[in-house]
């Protein structure tokens, strides 16, 4: 398909899981973008794997999250083995329970997250421009200006706004100087899918293999029997051409020490791996997110995941602008937000990684006698457990530091900035139960007061919420009652006083404040947010 604009308002740069997501948000907000991938159709490679809480809630919101949970699979267990022999085993079955609808590591595949999208993006009349690549760029005040070719015919279009979304190797971000800073990992490494016969092999379980060779990382997938591997290659291999699985096997046979029958071999490659972060998310009317914006190891299955937030976190702010909803000042919270979280995942993976793969001789004392031991007790103390699963499903990330947000309560539990805690809330007149994230499935701001209000209180809001922000928010009441205790108690809510909380559209809460005042929310929303007047 050859793309007929000369113009629109929003052009995206590549058709990975990131852009993909931007565009969907982008859609649920009522903003048409444009999106072209120099790639010929989507990937049919596996790719990433584990889709974490936080993205599983995402796609809750858009309402296609039946599919995944139909098509995926629970990651149940998590296995240490070192020479053969295991160390440790952890269950990961509902290791995050009552904290979020989806407890646990989803696996499924960045190519089916990837159709997945797409056929949202397809339901919304919203085509992907196949074969299109990037040429040149530049920017003037009120625009971008960009050259794009798509069979060997060149052609120029402008956009109001630009979304890098291409990869580790932007075009988007070379254009734009932006440095990418880090480094990239000494050694080589591969990752294969394929299908194994090996009964001794459990395809529910992630299985880490140490040996003296190096490491290899088991995770199964959805479908029987099939396995991602990741591993490290050895010395003698690392300068070696046209790698294929059979030169690798025989290593992987003895840090794993098994005997591995292959039976179908679908995808292997060999690759080196860098940590590295661009030094800008954003220049002037262009923005980079996913793997445009930074890169790491694999450790914790953070890298697609962290790309769908970044879109899911740009899309609403910049849609917002586009709509005339929102002052434009509003996009600087972009960066400002989501910086610190990639630079705090690319500190971390890169520290654990870095210990996995050491050959000191200190390390390999303390992986082989202190790890094991120090594994098991960190993963017998529940309120550990329940911090790590925060922070590898992403449902931990908080933006308390950011200038769009506003805490006017003595709340020390849950504060602006935070994710929105999932608490389920029996719905006292359709006698059912829902949850708070429910709540928030409408596109748009979400309003609730929890506490007792007056017949008259309510009216008054309601007739606020109408002459002011009809078109951007959401309004739900919650009584106190004893089956809804549990909220009141999570928001420090006592006696007879009522609570006001404004979720974002990417369900982090904006404001919250220990009294319903109607002054101080529309300082929030015009001043602190910039809605338009």
């Not at 904290?99 to 339901?123: A, C, G, H, M, V």
């Not at 069979?151 to 100087?177: F, M, P, Y």
């Not at 002459?467 to 006696?495: D, M, R, T, W």
Request: aromatic share 10%; hydrophobic share 40%.
């Amino acid at each position: 398909m050859i793309l007929s604009e000369t113009h629109t308002k929003v052009l995206i740069v590549g058709a990975g899981p990131s852009g993909l997501m931007m565009a969907a948000q982008l859609l649920r907000h009522g903003v048409q973008p444009v999106i072209i991938d120099s790639k010929q159709g989507p990937t049919d490679e596996s790719k990433a794997l584990g889709v974490q809480a936080r993205s599983l809630e995402i796609y809750r919101q858009m309402g296609v999250i039946d599919h995944i949970i139909e098509n995926g699979k629970k990651a149940i267990g998590l296995s240490f083995n070192r020479e053969g022999q295991n160390i440790a085993s952890f269950s990961l079955a509902n290791v995050g329970e009552g904290q979020t609808p989806f407890p646990f590591i989803e696996l499924y595949q960045q190519s089916k997250n990837e159709r997945l999208l797409l056929d949202y993006l397809t339901i919304n009349c919203c085509p992907v421009y196949w074969g299109t690549t990037l040429i040149s760029l530049k920017q003037t005040a009120t625009q971008a200006e960009i050259q794009i070719q798509n069979d060997k015919e060149t052609r120029d279009i402008t956009c109001d706004w630009l979304i890098g979304a291409d990869g580790a190797h932007s075009i988007v971000r070379k254009q734009l100087n932006i440095p990418f800073s880090g480094d990239t990992y000494q050694h080589l490494h591969y990752l294969a899918d394929i299908e194994l016969n090996n009964p001794e092999l459990d395809d529910n379980i992630v299985s880490l293999f140490l040996g003296k060779a190096g490491l290899a990382g088991f995770f199964p997938m959805p479908e029987a029997k099939r396995y991602r591997i990741i591993g490290n290659l050895p010395d003698i291999l690392d300068k070696k051409e046209d790698l294929k699985l059979e030169d690798v096997l025989p290593y992987l046979n003895d840090i794993c020490k098994v005997n591995l029958q292959v039976v179908q071999n679908y995808w292997f490659i060999d690759y080196r791996l860098h940590h590295r972060m661009a030094d800008k998310f954003r220049e002037q009317r262009c923005f980079l997110i996913g793997d445009a914006a930074h890169i790491h190891s694999p450790v914790g299955a953070q890298g697609m995941n962290t790309g769908l937030q970044d879109a899911y976190n740009l899309a609403w702010k910049l849609a917002g602008v586009v709509n005339n909803q929102l002052k434009v000042s509003i996009l600087d919270s972009y960066a400002d937000e989501r910086m610190p979280v990639a630079k705090d995942l690319l500190s971390t993976t890169d520290r654990i990684f870095t210990l996995i793969m050491s050959k000191n001789w200190f390390v390999g004392l303390f992986k082989k006698w202190i790890l094991p031991d120090l594994l098991k007790f960190v993963w017998s103390k529940k309120t550990i457990r329940e911090a790590l699963f925060k922070r590898v499903s992403q449902i931990g990330i908080t933006y308390r530091e950011s200038a769009i947000n506003l805490h006017i309560s003595q709340a020390t539990k849950i504060k602006a900035g935070d994710r929105l805690p999932y608490l389920k809330v029996f719905d006292e007149k359709k006698l059912e139960e829902t949850d708070l994230h429910e709540w928030c499935s409408k596109p748009g701001f979400t309003f609730i007061v929890l506490g007792k209000l007056s017949e008259l209180d309510l009216f008054t809001l309601a007739k606020w919420i109408t002459q002011n922000y009809a078109s951007i928010l959401n309004f739900f009441y919650l009584p106190p009652s004893a089956k809804n205790q549990h909220v009141f108690e999570a928001f420090e809510i006592k006696g007879n006083h009522a609570k006001s909380i404004i979720i974002r559209p990417d369900m982090h809460i904006g404001f919250i404040n220990d009294k319903v005042d109607m002054v101080l929310m529309d300082n929030y929303l015009r001043n602190v947010v910039g809605v338009h007047g």
